[in-house]
């Protein structure tokens, strides 16, 4: 037997087992004393954090770019001022597609256990977390690691648990029941989350100019004009309706654990991606690491305690037949500090189709974007390389 012929199932078995290692998950490795990033996780050259994008030549001079993301103060917004903050609101979707939400009356205890639960939840022996170990996109729990593990040929840092909380009786018994006060801290989170996103998306709809502003002047003036308030009306159930259909919507809780990482260059904790669903509230730690792309650059979230970083996700930017931008962000590692965020991505129920508001399309703004339901977005997951913004890329009519 030749060499070669013994040395290929020994390699083959080598690195399934190194595989299997891999599918354990970034924190397990960083409790084993890791102090070199695998191959696995190790970036093609061009795409490592610290290259510029979008110039000719590729240069690794790192590049650190702060931005002040707008601040929309949500008790403001409930105010006398509502009409200029939902101004800097649609100017926050439409250049940024991210804005940092404050005031926004969840109060810190909630906000600040649910980050220490989860810390606690990682803090766990790897036997207690693999028990919600699943690759089951449609599991009400599921604990995994790197991006999407079962397709990625290049490994992320990171760990996650995601919660399905909608229909909270049906999903809440498969939810972790260590720590002990794991269920309780996170419903009660989920709950407000929820109550909040219903509010953001009112404020949202208004911005897009859905909603009749002046309700209750032209309800007085009714009796005299009847006619001309129809279309009002039809304003006013129409955002109803929308809001009805997203009290009973879809949410996704996502708890992401980023470990130390012994080369952080190498690697990223989340690859360039934009968010599946109408509207991502995270809550990040003291600890950065959040980045989007902004006007061709990468650029740092810096965290705000007790805030929530809001994204327009796909969902909207499709809802708003484009008007509102559905962007990329990332997430870099660190070698020194852990790094926990707490993502809550809210939509439409799995079985509705998405498409542009009618109310938002006519002759001089044409419609851009196709129907888009869960199944094609699954489809899209399954089949290809889902790190790249290609989803809603892919449902934009041809404009050539
Ligand atoms: C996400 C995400 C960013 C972060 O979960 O989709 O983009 O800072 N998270 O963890
Ligand atoms: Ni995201």
């Given at each position: 037997m030749s060499p070669a012929m013994v040395m290929s199932p020994k390699q083959s078995n080598y690195d399934s087992t190194l595989e299997f290692q891999y599918q354990k998950g970034v924190k397990h490795m960083y409790e084993n004393g890791i102090e070199h990033v695998p191959n696995k996780y190790i970036l093609p050259a061009s795409e490592r954090p610290n290259v510029v994008i979008n110039s000719e030549k590729s240069s690794h001079v790192p590049q650190i770019i702060n931005v002040q993301l707008p601040i929309i103060d949500f008790a403001q917004l409930q105010g006398p001022n509502r009409t200029e903050v939902l101004e800097s609101l649609s100017y926050a979707c439409q250049n940024y597609g991210f804005f940092q939400l404050v005031?926004?009356?969840?109060p810190d205890e909630i906000m600040n256990e649910m980050v220490n639960v989860s810390k606690r939840f990682f803090e766990m022996p790897f036997s207690e977390r693999e028990k919600?170990?699943?690759?089951?996109?449609?599991?009400p729990v599921r604990y995994g690691t790197s991006f999407n593990q079962t397709n990625d040929g290049v490994f992320c840092w990171r760990d996650f648990l995601k919660l399905s909380c909608h229909p909270l009786p049906e999903t809440l018994?498969?939810?972790?029941?260590?720590?002990?006060?794991f269920r309780q801290l996170a419903v009660t989170y989920a709950k407000e989350n929820k109550y909040l996103f219903l509010m953001l998306v009112e404020a949202i709809l208004e911005s897009l100019g859905?909603?009749?502003?002046e309700k209750k002047t032209k309800l007085v003036a009714k009796n005299d004009d009847d006619e001309n308030n129809d279309d009002d009306d039809d304003d006013d159930d129409y955002i109803e309706e929308i809001l009805k259909e997203f009290e009973d919507g879809s949410q996704l809780m996502v708890v992401n654990c980023y470990p130390p990482c012994?080369?952080?260059?190498?690697?990223?904790?989340?690859p360039p991606h934009s968010d599946y669903g109408f509207l991502t509230l995270l809550q990040q730690d003291e600890v950065k690491g959040l980045q989007i792309q902004h006007q061709d650059k990468w650029v740092t979230i810096q965290p705000i305690p007790g805030s929530f970083v809001v994204n327009v996700g796909d969902h909207l930017e499709i809802f708003s037949n484009g008007k509102y931008k559905s962007v990329l962000h990332r997430v870099l590692v660190n070698s020194m500090k852990h790094r926990i965020s707490v993502a809550s991505l809210h939509s439409l129920p799995f079985a509705n189709t998405v498409r542009p508001s009618p109310k938002l399309i006519d002759e001089t703004n044409p419609r851009l974007y196709k129907d888009t339901d869960f199944a094609s977005f699954l489809q899209y997951v399954k089949s290809?390389?889902?790190?790249?913004?290609?989803f809603i890329e892919s449902r934009k009519f041809d404009q050539s």
């Open positions: 005031n926004h009356g969840i919600y170990m699943s690759t089951d996109m449609s599991s018994p498969y939810w972790p029941t260590s720590p002990l006060d859905l909603k009749n502003k012994p080369e952080p260059d190498l690697t990223l904790g989340m290809c390389d889902s790190t790249k913004k290609n």
